[in-house]
């Protein structure tokens, strides 16, 4: 049997940088799904509407989205529920 050899490519990973704006407080995320982001940190946040900020390569989106059951200082994760689409932040 003959194989074929892999060749090395240069790929490049994206900067990412995920964060939850809620009550004043910024807080990292340490991952996100569609209803549920994992906190680096625990945090104490009561149920509120919120903001998730997401860097990509020096480029910011904004998603805002609701915790209907706030955080716990506990527990890292939170539930969460979309309250509209994320959007890019345009630089002025």
């Known amino acids: 049997m003959l194989y ?3 060749t090395v490519q ?3 990973s994206a900067d990412v940088r995920i964060e939850l704006r ?3 407080q910024i ?6 799904g569609p209803n549920e982001i994992i906190l680096r940190d625990f945090q104490d946040i009561g149920i509120c509407d919120a903001e998730i900020a997401m860097f990509i390569d020096g480029i910011e989106f904004l ?3 609701r915790l209907p059951e706030g955080a716990v200082p506990f527990a890292s994760d939170v539930y969460m ?3 509209g689409p994320m959007v890019r932040v345009m630089s002025s």
């Open 4 to 6: 074929t050899p892999l």
């Open 10 to 12: 240069n790929h490049f």
């Open 22 to 24: 809620a009550e004043g």
């Open 27 to 32: 807080v990292d995320v340490a991952s996100i």
């Open 63 to 65: 998603w805002p989205v």
């Open 81 to 83: 529920v979309p309250r």
